[in-house]
Each structure stands twice: as structure tokens, then as C-alpha cells.
């Protein structure tokens, strides 16, 4: 099953913060977060390989809580080039993935 | 981070041509390729798992005669589109893992008239 995503869209004024939840109804064994621009292919912005592990890049951040089977996203002080389609993704098997809904984020100016 | 190229970036067939599209890793080996497939606004779905030197392993509903793949090289993954119609019209994104990072081709957008 399709992990789900929520919200499926969000609008940020430009240093507005947002958080994209992911939720799967199986275990997940890794969670992996990617940023796809229109018409072209999805970028790798982190993975996290056991529950509670926290990340960050920047202002990115990423948390995965392995009992509840689901992870977030945490955007902060939003910038224009954050717009995208943020996509979660898991480990169904050997480098086998699943990729959530898709979460639709647009910064304003 | 490492880099997957695919080719062509787009391409625009007419109804029961055949397209081949090719993904590259250029700077690592990749004994397993994936090949997915993206309709507007929605999100990516794995078509095939390619293997090198094997057969390539289909999901669920996609048909292996029609989306031929062959994994030739440590580089080198293909997919052919047989006989396409305008239903095959998508993006079609593949992708390899080295470490634990899957890495993205940029790409091919097939569009069939």
C-alpha cells in the first residue's frame, strides 16, 4: 500500500514554516524524502534508516517515528525554491520503494 | 551525490511505434536499475526492477511483453516501449542505488500521437 501524505497541497508566504506528514498502514524499515519540480526528476533530500532518528539539512528537517509508522517533514522559514511536489518514500524490499501521494508545496513571494 | 542520465529528455512517437529509452549511471556500477513511471500530478509507480544479467521483475499489472527491459552493462539499463498508444504517454523516470540512496535519471517524457 501506498504510503499517504497530508496535506496534499500547502501555500507559504516566503519564511513560513510547514510540516508534510507521512503515514504508511505497513512497518517501515526506512523512510527516504524527495523534492520533484515540475517536469523533472525527483531529488533526494534525506533518508532515515531507524525510528527516532531525527535529520537536517538547513532549514529541512526530517523525523521518523518507527511505531506509529510514520514520518515528517519540517520546512522552515520557507524560500521560494522550496516549491514542489515533496514526495516520502519506504523500503518495500532489497532497494524495492513505494513513494507516498505526494504533498504539493508553493511558496509566495 | 552520484549521477543517473537518461535519453532521450523527451520524445514524440505516433501509435504503434516502438521507443527505446536508455539510463546511465555515469560515475558508479548499478547491478539493479528501477524503471518508474509518472502520470500528471500523481505519484511515481515502480514499473520493473531491472537486473544485470537476468531478467528484469515486473510489478503487479505491468506487462512484460510490452515494456521490454534489458540491463546489458553495470551502466546501462533500456526500456522499450512496443507498439505504443497514447495511454503509454507518460514520464518515464529510472533510477539506481549506490549506498543507501536511490538517484534519479532527469527523465524521458513520451508523448504518443
Known amino acids: 500500500q501506498q504510503p499517504v501524505q497530508s496535506p496534499q497541497a500547502v501555500i507559504l508566504r516566503e519564511g513560513e514554516d510547514a510540516v508534510i506528514n507521512c503515514s504508511s498502514s505497513k512497518a517501515l524499515y526506512s523512510v527516504h524524502w524527495y523534492r520533484q519540480k515540475h517536469g523533472e526528476a525527483p531529488v533526494f533530500l534525506m533518508i532515515?534508516?531507524?525510528?527516532?532518528e531525527q535529520k537536517g539539512h538547513e532549514k529541512i528537517s526530517a523525523s521518523f517515528n518507527e511505531k506509529k509508522q510514520q514520518s515528517s517533514l519540517y520546512l522552515t522559514a520557507s524560500q521560494l525554491s522550496y516549491s514542489g511536489t515533496y514526495f516520502c518514500g519506504t523500503e518495500t524490499g532489497t532497494y524495492k520503494y513505494i513513494f507516498g501521494t505526494g504533498t504539493r508545496l508553493k511558496v509566495l513571494a | 551525490g552520484a549521477v543517473v542520465s537518461q535519453h532521450p529528455s523527451w520524445v514524440i512517437c505516433k501509435s504503434g511505434t516502438s521507443v527505446k529509452i536508455e539510463c546511465r549511471s555515469l560515475d558508479f556500477q548499478a547491478t539493479t536499475m528501477f524503471w518508474y513511471r509518472q502520470f500528471p500530478k500523481q505519484s511515481l509507480m515502480l514499473m520493473a526492477t531491472?537486473?544485470?544479467?537476468?531478467?528484469?521483475?515486473?510489478e503487479q499489472g505491468v506487462e512484460k511483453d510490452k515494456f521490454l527491459i534489458n540491463h546489458a552493462s553495470l551502466t546501462l539499463s533500456t526500456l522499450t516501449v512496443t507498439s505504443a498508444h497514447p495511454e503509454d504517454s507518460s514520464f518515464y523516470i529510472c533510477s539506481a542505488v549506490t549506498g543507501n540512496t536511490q538517484y534519479f535519471g532527469p527523465g524521458t517524457r513520451l508523448t504518443v500521437l
Open positions: 531491472s537486473n544485470e544479467g537476468s531478467k528484469a521483475t515486473y
Open positions: 532515515l534508516l531507524k525510528g527516532g
